[in-house]
């Protein structure tokens, strides 16, 4: 079976500091990677995804993320980030296939809390 | 384009009851999926709609249910509301599988 973890479950840094949300995956198969962000009392919004094509993505607000198929991994970084930042990430795997439609496996959400 | 929209976003029910939950995906998409979010289980994939048929289902129990609409907007159901059902009630919509999903703000449901 799938499943996706997210390493650490509260990342505090401070303001312009670069920081890290990691994400490890299990799939035998193909998968498509997402990372979303929740603010609080809101839905999830997408922050970045890979589908195919180049391994390092990126968002339009800063984040990027690499797909590394030999470490099952798709880590999140962010080379400076703002008070704005602070939210819940949570990183998602959907399994490639016809029996897995419509469905993602998502990790336990990492809290990233951005200090001044 | 308009976003997914979820109706209504706060609900209180007393055990026993039922309840139903609507969500409007963008325009053009004809997928729906239904998640639940909990502080213990975190999110957990429920169903997934498409052109008014269920494709795929979650490991939930029977009191849960959905169905789509010709338009592709979708309504979820749970009977028989237990107190382990307060949640905040997440629907995604998308253009099929290999695209990604974009998240109504959710309906925040408190069992009492």
């Known amino acids: 079976a799938q499943s996706v973890t997210q390493l650490d479950s509260q990342v505090p840094v401070f303001e312009e500091a670069p920081v890290e949300l990691r994400c490890n995956y299990s799939?035998?198969?193909?998968?498509?990677l997402f990372w979303y962000v929740q603010y609080p009392n809101q839905g999830l919004q997408l922050l970045l995804k890979?589908?195919?094509?180049?391994?390092l993505v990126e968002s339009i607000n800063g984040f990027e993320a690499e797909f590394n198929k030999s470490q099952t991994s798709f880590h999140l970084r962010k080379p400076s980030v703002h008070i704005s930042d602070t939210a819940e990430y949570f990183c998602?795997?959907?399994?490639?296939?016809?029996?897995?439609?419509?469905?993602?496996?998502f990790g336990q959400g990492t809290t990233l809390q951005v200090k001044p | 384009k308009a976003g997914v929209t979820q109706t209504p976003r706060y609900l209180i029910k007393t055990r026993g009851q039922q309840v139903t939950l609507s969500c409007s995906p963008i325009s053009g998409h004809r997928s729906v999926s239904w998640y639940q979010q909990t502080p213990g289980q975190g999110l957990q994939f429920l169903f997934e709609?498409?052109?008014?048929?269920?494709?795929n289902k979650g490991n939930f129990p029977g009191r849960f249910s959905g169905r789509q609409f010709s338009n592709s907007r979708s309504e979820m159901n749970v009977s028989t509301l237990e107190l382990g059902d307060s949640a905040l009630y997440l629907c995604?919509?998308?253009?099929?599988?290999?695209?990604?999903?974009?998240f109504g703000p959710g309906t925040r449901l408190t069992v009492t």
């Open positions: 998602a795997v959907s399994v490639v296939g016809s029996g897995n439609t419509g469905k993602l496996i």
């Open positions: 890979y589908l195919s094509g180049s391994t």
């Open positions: 709609y498409f052109s008014e048929t269920q494709r």
């Open positions: 799939s035998s198969v193909s998968v498509y």
């Open positions: 995604a919509s998308s253009a099929g599988q290999g695209w990604e999903q974009y």
